[in-house]
């Protein structure tokens, strides 16, 4: 990796030791999932991989269910490659409930962690999160008794084996409460602290102040936010509301005014949040990580700031 620039200094995961960049590579796409995003060549996903490491970058983030293994296969061929995780990096994977089923249970846990472990090619993973808990068949009770999934991730912390327990999901009232009991290092949200959607901000607020690690994930919505809304009509994996989209286009004109990419403001609305670890952002082409620094690092005027505000946000779930 070269040597991050003054507007990607690292940042203190939490309360943890780990530093990270604002920006890291979400893996998701990797997979190659075209049932959520688009098919994705063997060889493009490495490439990608191969330009993060050759990058001021030094956090990406994958899960075990990311094309049930596929994400995680495919990023260790390329730590085999380069002998191990770089010094410096940060890797942070997902335990995920049994995709079948939905069992969540400790044992699937156990399983989902040393999978990840194996195909990785990895003794140990810096950040391990609990992952889309709101589609478990194992209820949030069972999810954090005694031996069950957050109990086993913690069992592997104090191993040595996890560096951080997290947790990634999406409604902001179950996340809530997952925070609140204060199992958990760091937290992700995912297409609900946007320049449309700021549903997630007290959930923010909440992670902050209990000294959690931030990190947002989706800042574009999916690709609204990234292409416009003739390009991408799609907000959250799924079709946009009309509203979305009418709302999207003022976006678009007012950044347009200022000779503002909509996507640099809709990535850098994420990063200047002071309460915001880092932001994922994912990535399938390797000149896209470039492409991506450019437009962290795109000069925006403060009163665009004000005027995006006016042109009004969702504050409801999505």
């Known amino acids: ?20 960049t604002p920006l890291c590579l979400g893996c998701a796409p990797l997979a190659s999932m075209p049932e959520v995003f688009y098919p994705v060549p063997e060889e493009q996903a490495f490439a990608v991989l191969r330009s993060f490491f050759d990058s001021p970058l030094n956090f990406l983030d994958t899960a075990a269910a990311y094309g049930d293994g596929e994400s995680e296969r495919r990023i260790g061929v390329v730590l085999r490659e380069r002998g191990g995780l770089p010094a410096g990096a940060v890797l942070a994977t997902k335990a995920d409930r049994d995709l079948r089923t939905g069992d969540f249970s400790g044992e699937q846990t156990q399983r989902s962690i040393e999978r990840s472990l194996r195909l990785l090619g990895v003794e140990q993973l810096d950040v391990v999160y609990l992952h889309d808990p709101e589609h478990a068949a194992t209820t949030f009770e069972d999810l954090l008794a005694p031996s069950g999934a ?26 809530l409460r997952y925070v609140e009991t204060g199992a958990f290092d760091a937290l992700i949200t995912h297409n609900r602290f946007t320049l449309l959607n700021r549903a997630a901000a007290p959930l923010i607020e909440q992670a902050w102040q209990r000294g959690m ?45 200022h000779h503002v990419p909509i996507a640099a403001a809709a990535l850098q609305f994420s990063l200047r949040d002071p309460r915001i670890t880092s932001t994922i952002v994912g990535m399938t082409q390797p000149e896209r990580i470039a492409q991506t620094l450019d437009l962290a690092r795109h000069p925006i005027p403060e009163q665009l700031w ?13």
């Open 1 to 20: 990796m070269t040597e991050p620039t003054a507007d990607l200094a690292l940042r203190r995961f939490g309360q943890t030791e780990l530093l990270v």
């Open 150 to 175: 957050v109990d086993v991730l913690h069992r592997y912390k104090q191993s040595g084996v996890i560096g951080a327990v997290g947790l990634a999901g999406g409604p902001v009232d179950l996340m």
């Open 213 to 257: 690690a931030v990190v947002n994930a989706a800042p574009y919505g999916g690709g609204i936010l990234a292409k416009g809304p003739d390009a991408s009509g799609k907000y959250a994996y799924r079709e946009a509301a009309p509203e979305y989209v009418a709302r999207v286009r003022r976006i678009d004109a007012i950044c347009q005014e």
């Open 306 to 318: 004000a005027q995006l505000d006016a042109a009004g946000f969702d504050t409801e779930d999505v």
